[in-house]
């Protein structure tokens, strides 16, 4: 029989979360009847549990025991408890500390809470009361020893999952990923087309609480609103023509995974609402159904649409988009990060390795080129980019010839200007990048052609090249244009 001044009440234990880990609890009370309860129903609770009698045994026991909770008592007739319990939190400032003490001992236990403490339990406290506590803790250490993975996994590597990049703009994004990966909350994620919103979104639900859980996208932008609509909420047999079979929505189909809603700005105000009473209510009526259906995904959303002016102009609703912004993550343009091209780069000749015999590389011309350039498709435009280069080149190594026409219009554009300043192309500033000779070529031959008005003969004397020689470069040029439009 359990002693009253332990519990008021005695609930059946129910066991931890199955998906939180099994913690170590150290129980401090100088009453046996006391610690011996708590350690029992800490047991059933599904954690480890030790008992010492004494906050003196506490350092020794920590040593050798590696506690997560310590229970501890504070009401105890040692001198110098919450001195105790400070030093314990600063030796071991990762184990987390329940203080208990008497209903009249409140000022004790608050300055317990001042001492590092992170909860408090009156005596007598119920079954319910201790299992929440330690819940909680337990929820708290999950998302705490996630982060600091995540952390240290980030200092060996150049990104985080499949983003890539090392910049301070990636780095601030690395570290609010790392902040609300765990949570449930609704997060928003803001940029410009091609900056990478829905690999952000899988990235979340990959270092979230539920990674195993299914990760469920929807293209606002792309879809009509009804098929919007039965897309998210489901619907019943019958509910329209061609519904030969119930259907659930996304966002019971997903459980407690992620749903990720991109282009969020093109849905219609008729939907918003729909969307808003589901998030409020957390349940989802199907299409043609009076049946309610409760839902428990993560909401993640994206656009490269000005949602707070929408809202302004009536475009968007104003309660959706506080629903919806929690937390907004803000992904930095391709421009405004350059440093990590390279490492882009390499990240997607190796993609294509993984995907296609042989092993490419990349010019340093055309990196520079790169470098220069300010990519306004963002890191989409890049794989693009690389992938057009690997396609048009010869041998192994990707030239700036074999980079799309954008990119070579601006290796020209670099080349006019140097030979209109009068300078050598060398001598050219380092952000417009060194122009190979074959490009080089192509100029000189097209700018002779404007010289002589398109006569070819007089271009070659010009060129001091023979006229075989100047029809033959430009059957290569039309066959390599022809190619590249393909």
Not at 42 to 59: D, I, S
Not at 335 to 347: F, Q
Not at 408 to 424: E, F, I, T
């Amino acid at each position: 029989m359990l002693p009253t001044f332990v519990f008021q009440h005695m609930n059946p234990p129910h066991p931890i979360q199955p998906e939180l880990p099994i913690l170590h609890v150290l129980v401090v009370d100088e009453d046996e009847v006391a610690r011996s309860a708590c350690l029992a129903i800490a047991r059933n609770l599904g954690y480890k549990a030790e008992e010492v009698p004494h906050l003196g045994q506490v350092r020794s026991t920590l040593a050798r025991f590696p506690t997560d909770i310590l229970l501890v008592d504070i009401s105890s007739r040692e001198e110098g408890v919450l001195q105790a319990v400070a030093e314990v939190h600063a030796l071991f400032p990762r184990v987390a500390i329940i203080a208990m003490a008497p209903v009249d001992s409140a000022s004790a236990a608050l300055s317990a809470m001042h001492c590092g403490a992170v909860d408090y339990l009156n005596k007598p406290f119920t079954l319910d009361e201790l299992a929440s506590s330690l819940e909680r803790i337990s929820v708290s250490h999950v998302i705490n020893s996630e982060t600091r993975k995540l952390r240290e996994r980030l200092k060996l590597q150049d990104g985080l999952g499949q983003m890539i990049g090392r910049s301070p703009q990636m780095e601030k994004l690395y570290r609010m990923l790392a902040k609300v990966a765990q949570s449930k909350h609704p997060v928003l994620i803001l940029g410009e087309s091609g900056t990478g919103k829905e690999l952000v979104a899988r990235t979340l639900h990959a270092f979230g609480p539920s990674p195993d859980k299914p990760f469920l996208p929807v293209d606002c932008g792309s879809l009509v609103p009804t098929l919007v609509e039965s897309e998210l909420f489901g619907y019943v047999k019958g509910a329209f023509t061609g519904a030969n079979h119930a259907k659930d929505g996304l966002l019971v189909s997903a459980g407690t995974g992620t749903v990720f809603l991109d282009e969020i700005g093109e849905l219609t105000l008729d939907l918003q609402a729909k969307l808003l009473r589901a998030l409020q209510e957390k349940e989802v009526r199907p299409v043609g159904s009076n049946t309610r259906i409760p839902i428990r995904a993560r909401i993640v959303t994206a656009t490269n649409r000005d949602l707070a002016t929408m809202v302004e102009r009536g475009g968007f609703r104003k309660d959706l988009y506080y629903r919806l912004n929690v937390v907004n993550l803000r992904l930095p343009a391709l421009r405004d990060r350059k440093e990590d091209i390279p490492l882009l780069v390499a990240h997607f000749l190796n993609k294509i390795h993984r995907e296609h015999p042989g092993r490419f590389s990349i010019h340093d011309d055309a990196l520079r080129l790169m470098m220069g350039y300010d990519w306004p498709g963002n890191v989409r435009e890049l794989e693009n980019a690389i992938e057009h280069g690997v396609t048009m080149a010869s041998g192994g190594e990707v030239q700036i010839g074999n980079l799309p026409t954008g990119l070579q219009d601006l290796a020209l554009s670099y080349l006019h200007k140097a030979m209109s300043d009068g300078r050598k192309v060398e001598a050219a500033s380092s952000t417009t990048a060194v122009v190979p000779l074959a490009v080089r070529e192509r100029v000189a031959i097209f700018e002779a052609l404007r010289i002589t008005n398109g006569d070819k003969l007089k271009a070659a004397d010009l060129l001091g090249i023979g006229k075989t020689t100047l029809y033959r470069k430009l059957k290569e040029y039309e066959a390599a244009d022809a190619k590249q439009m393909n």
